[in-house]
């Protein structure tokens, strides 16, 4: 008699707990357990980059114009203006300058602003359309490549010198020629290229002497 009311005490017990736990659910009463549509719903999340708004094909893209100028360069920043590359340059530059001993990462954020300010009020001035913020601070950006070889080639040999007064001439007029390309083709001025190049120029040559002294 002990046993079968001890029996069906337990049974009892059991068969209460069932009603709070159930092995189809996750915790209890907690919720139900993640289901194959929930798991298969991770799979059509779009890639990390894509959330993020980096656009590797265009940085890679961009980057080889500013490498080769003669390059068509590419007049879909003026839809889609990318920020990531020239930070990432920008970046770089400052980080290529550290090989030298030269901390002057405010001098190059500081210099970039004013010199963006200054090439987004003068392109709205020359063009007739007109230019974003993004897409000149972009076109700087990106066009700070050459800037970073120079300082690559600081970091491993002297620039106080006639190699390193030719090396910043190449360098500036590297930059300054991709960037004012970049600017005449996305604006449409291209019978205006020297006028741009010349301002752009003047930022970049700041940005050597900041590589050399």
Do not use: R
Not at 49 to 75: F, R, W
């Amino acid at each position: 008699g002990i046993n079968a009311e001890y029996g069906s005490g337990t049974a009892g017990f059991y068969g209460a707990g069932s009603n709070y736990y159930d092995p189809t659910t996750n915790m209890g009463s907690m919720g139900q357990a993640p289901t194959a549509t929930t798991t298969d719903s991770f799979e059509d999340e779009p890639p990390l980059m894509e959330e993020l708004g980096i656009d590797l094909q265009q940085i890679y893209q961009t980057t080889m114009t500013v490498l080769n100028p003669s390059k068509p360069a590419a007049t879909n920043l003026m839809d889609d203006p990318d920020l990531s590359g020239p930070l990432m340059f920008c970046l770089g530059f400052g980080s290529l300058l550290l090989l030298s001993g030269k901390i002057h990462f405010g001098y190059i954020y500081g210099v970039a602003l004013i010199g963006a300010g200054a090439m987004y009020m003068l392109l709205n001035l020359m063009s007739v359309n007109g230019v974003s913020a993004s897409v000149t601070v972009s076109v700087l950006g990106y066009c700070m490549l050459p800037m970073c070889v120079l300082a690559a080639i600081s970091a491993l040999l002297s620039l106080k010198g006639t190699i390193g007064v030719i090396l910043c001439l190449l360098t500036v007029s590297w930059a300054s020629f991709a960037s004012s390309k970049l600017f005449v083709s996305v604006l449409a001025m291209y019978d205006q290229q020297p006028l741009v190049a010349y301002p752009c120029a003047l930022m970049y040559g700041v940005f050597a002497v900041l590589t050399v002294f």
